[in-house]
């Protein structure tokens, strides 16, 4: 062993005693090469941790297209062979800070050898690899938990993602769901945490997603995102009658501005900018579907019936395992949309049209009028942009953000009973979901069918201590 890695050892040791044990027993699975522009570059298997002719350029690069201002905090997935670790701490500055988490300890074994000695040191960088899955959990929620939500960016070392180990199958769903929300569903802390702790005493005495399987059985559902499209596509919400129309929070006002009531409203969101979409709807006394870990103002201020569903109930233990796996398991992540799809298909709708689920921009234009976001000026996505195809064929800008949606609505709708359209043909074309390019004469077949099931009575949960007990012991470990 080189006297240059020897010391970066020592320095590892000082600083994070118990990942330098991880790293010591790890297994050498990293071939290192010289890459062209001289510099170290490895692979493991056929997975090239980083570019075979510059892969400092390519570190300094990755951290340029995250657009880290000075005094942001970085949530890392991925060490790779370490290049950008010191151009992320150079962007945080001296009032930022970065949490890089790897669950592969040959990779960090391996970028020891490599990376920058001083980035090891810095007290602004935070290491997390566990020397198993719950270990590696529970030291990422805590060190997440110390970050700012406000100022908390969160970036994905793809090569390193590709290499999760086969035994840390949570975390490749926490991060695959990262991709998609740009946040920790699994992985808690900051408002994820609180609301989940202050929401416990209502989602113990309210109503599972699972009590709503079958209500529309045979019937037609809409499901309503707030994309740009759903601007054109109102008008045949209110010209035809669904047994449900199940509506994301962020196009909800959109709809109740034109006298639109849907019969179920999702949300998902824990930040607390989301109660804008709610301070705009007004109250209302209809079903609101949540996880628990939605922001708790919304959740204690709402005046209609509240259902629960759980991500992963399997990552708690006991009367919590249980009592989550009762209120009904969401497969599909974090993504709002992709709740509304998912209880659509539990409900047993025979036909799912989608609405305002368009997967891509329009010109500037990222959200339907009348939402909080476009009132606001803002835009649904700040990475970066690439080209898709759509159902005609040709090209149309979307991000790299919205690959994990559309994938999750691809594999929910890949195995499920039902006929999924959507209204949203200049949308990006998806896999299984054929779009109707003639609305009226197909609404007009397939729409108007029977109302919905009263679900404002479902039956309600009513868990006793026990289960409040272990809940707070799984939020007080991780």
Request: hydrophobic share 45%; with cysteine; net charge positive.
């Given at each position: 062993m080189t006297t240059a890695k020897n010391n970066k050892l020592k320095s590892l040791s000082a600083r994070f005693p118990l990942i330098h044990d991880v790293v010591t027993f790890a297994p050498d699975l990293v071939q290192i090469e010289t890459a062209r522009s001289g510099a170290k570059t490895g692979r493991l298997g056929n997975t090239r941790l980083c570019s075979l002719y510059d892969p400092v350029g390519e570190a300094i690069k990755f951290t340029a297209s995250l657009k880290i201002k000075p005094g942001d905090h970085v949530a890392l997935y991925g060490i790779g062979l370490g290049y950008h670790l010191k151009p992320l701490l150079d962007a945080v500055g001296d009032d930022g800070q970065v949490v890089a988490a790897e669950a592969n300890a040959s990779l960090l074994k391996a970028a020891i050898s490599v990376l920058d000695e001083r980035a090891l040191l810095d007290d602004r960088l935070t290491l997390v690899c566990g020397r198993d899955e719950e270990a590696l959990l529970s030291d990422w929620s805590r060190a997440f938990a110390a970050m700012d939500p406000d100022r908390t960016k969160v970036a994905i070392h793809i090569p390193s993602f590709q290499l999760i180990p086969e035994d840390f199958p949570k975390?490749?769903?926490?991060?695959?769901?990262?991709?998609?929300?740009?946040?920790?569903?699994?992985?808690?802390?900051?408002?994820?945490?609180?609301?989940?702790?202050?929401?416990?005493?209502?989602?113990?005495?309210?109503?599972?997603?699972?009590?709503?399987?079958?209500?529309?059985?045979?019937?037609?559902?809409?499901?309503?995102?707030?994309?740009?499209?759903?601007?054109?596509?109102?008008?045949?919400?209110?010209?035809?009658?669904?047994?449900?129309?199940?509506?994301?929070?962020?196009?909800?006002?959109?709809?109740?501005?034109?006298?639109?009531?849907?019969?179920?409203?999702?949300?998902?969101?824990?930040q607390k900018e989301t109660k804008l979409h709610f301070d705009m709807m007004g109250k209302l006394d209809i079903p609101l579907a949540l996880v628990p870990t939605a922001n708790c103002d919304v959740v204690s201020q709402w005046p209609g019936p509240l259902y629960f569903g759980f991500i992963d109930p399997d990552r708690f233990s006991g009367p919590a395992q249980a009592f989550a796996r009762r209120m009904g398991a969401l497969k599909s992540g974090g993504s709002v949309s992709c709740f509304a799809l998912e209880t659509a298909l539990m409900m047993e709708a025979k036909t799912v049209i989608l609405f305002g689920q368009d997967f891509c921009f329009d010109g500037d234009k990222s959200y339907a009028s009348d939402t909080v976001p476009a009132m606001l000026g803002g835009h649904q996505y700040d990475d970066e942009i690439v080209l898709e195809r759509d159902y005609f064929g040709r090209e149309v800008k979307t991000s790299r953000s919205l690959y994990g949606y559309r994938r999750e609505f691809e594999n929910l709708t890949k195995s499920c009973r039902a006929s999924v359209y959507t209204l949203s043909p200049e949308g990006v074309c998806l896999s299984g979901i054929e779009p109707i390019p003639s609305p009226l004469p197909y609404m007009s077949a397939v729409a108007n069918s029977c109302c919905l099931a009263d679900i404002k009575n479902r039956p309600k949960q009513k868990a006793g201590g026990e289960v409040a007990r272990s809940f707070l012991d799984w939020i007080d470990r991780i």
């Open positions: 975390t490749k769903n926490a991060v695959e769901m990262i991709r998609m929300e740009r946040r920790f569903p699994l992985v808690m802390g900051g408002y994820q945490t609180d609301n989940f702790r202050k929401n416990l005493p209502v989602v113990l005495q309210s109503s599972g997603i699972a009590t709503l399987a079958g209500a529309i059985k045979g019937g037609v559902a809409a499901v309503v995102g707030a994309g740009p499209s759903l601007d054109k596509q109102i008008p045949l919400l209110s010209q035809f009658r669904y047994s449900a129309v199940l509506c994301s929070d962020t196009a909800a006002p959109a709809l109740i501005k034109r006298s639109i009531i849907p019969d179920m409203i999702f949300s998902v969101d824990p």
